[in-house]
């Protein structure tokens, strides 16, 4: 799998990870409602993600299902936001996370469990 997964790339796979298997069609008329895409700008990333070895399209219908699951592509994401923001270090993110006022009480007493639990 390639290393980075664009934007666009990830608005559409959330659709088809929540739709799967979905036609392109539905796929398209989806991205309209939802993202405010046209059919040209969905097929255009569709077909990237096919390329990419990340989605396949067979027929009938041109039914896309993804070849990638959600929980890897979340893992290799978290990979590189740590790698490019925190120099790889956990304890650096963390440190973020726990120095953002908008996180509530609640935020914290569940990643402090999960450390925990751990």
């Known amino acids: 799998?390639?290393?980075?997964?664009y934007d666009s790339e990830m608005k559409?796979?959330?659709?088809?990870?929540?739709?799967?298997?979905?036609?392109?069609?539905?796929?398209s008329l989806l991205a309209?409602?939802?993202?405010?895409?046209?059919?040209?700008?969905?097929?255009?990333v569709l077909k990237k993600l096919v390329a990419k070895g990340r989605v396949e399209r067979s027929e009938p219908g041109f039914l896309c299902r993804s070849l990638v699951s959600r929980s890897?592509?979340?893992?290799?994401?978290t990979g590189n936001l740590l790698?490019?923001?925190?120099?790889?270090?956990?304890?650096?993110?963390?440190?973020?996370?726990l120095a953002d006022e908008n996180t509530t009480q609640e935020e914290l007493d569940a990643l402090k469990r999960m450390i925990e639990e751990h």
Not at 1 to 5: I, Q, W
Not at 32 to 44: D, F, L, P
Not at 72 to 77: D, H, T
Request: glycine share 6%; aromatic share 12%; net charge positive.
């Open 1 to 5: 799998m390639e290393d980075r997964f």
């Open 12 to 27: 559409l796979m959330e659709l088809i990870w929540e739709q799967e298997p979905v036609s392109a069609k539905a796929l």
């Open 32 to 44: 309209e409602e939802r993202i405010g895409w046209n059919k040209n700008t969905t097929y255009t």
């Open 72 to 77: 890897a592509v979340q893992k290799q994401e």
């Open 83 to 97: 790698k490019r923001f925190f120099g790889g270090s956990r304890k650096a993110l963390f440190s973020a996370l």
